[in-house]
């Protein structure tokens, strides 16, 4: 392979690996290590609607009709500038699923940590998942990265 071919297929590489997203709070589903570097495994569950991962005891409490905080990181950018992508803060409860806020990307660098705060509806109490989706729309990147955490709305 030339150099200029292998530099190609380095960036198809690293394209493709790109846009990870790790749910920091409340903490995600499984395992949440090695956050202070790029690409963290961690952090690439392409498999709706929650990773592959499996269901927890609720860790965290939310209030219905209560304000909530959510702290996603950008593990590592693939903003696609004609085409920017989001965060989704969705709460599946039962069979139903609905978008509580978004979060637009705007390009930050990897690393970068995203609050959302919203409101939990009411009428949607016990247990519930909180799923994060970010939603590349990057035609070089996996078309979305998943993580939930499991909570209980009282
Ligand atoms: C919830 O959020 C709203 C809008 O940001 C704010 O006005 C209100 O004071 C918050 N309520 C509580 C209990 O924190």
């Keep these: 392979m030339n150099v200029q071919l292998s530099s190609v297929f380095l960036l198809a590489v690293i394209a493709l690996s790109s846009a990870h997203m790790c749910l920091v709070e409340p903490k995600q589903r499984g395992s949440i290590m090695g956050l202070d570097k790029e690409g963290a495994d961690d952090c690439i ?7 592959g ?15 909530f905080t959510v702290i996603i990181q950008k593990n590592l950018d693939h903003w696609a500038k004609a085409t920017p992508g989001f ?6 409860h039962g069979s139903a699923t609905r978008t509580l806020t978004t ?9 970068t940590l995203y609050t959302a705060m919203g409101q939990i509806p ?9 799923q994060v989706t970010y939603v590349t729309k990057n035609p ?8 939930c955490a499991d909570i209980l709305i009282k």
């Design 45 to 51: 569950l392409l498999n709706g609607p929650c990773g």
């Design 53 to 67: 991962r499996m269901m927890e005891e609720p860790m965290t409490m939310f209030k219905s009709g209560g304000n």
């Design 87 to 92: 965060f989704g803060i969705n709460l599946m």
């Design 103 to 111: 979060v637009p990307d705007m390009g930050e660098p990897s690393l």
């Design 122 to 130: 009411m009428g949607f109490t016990g247990p519930a998942v909180l």
């Design 140 to 147: 070089q990147a996996p078309a979305v990265f998943y993580q």
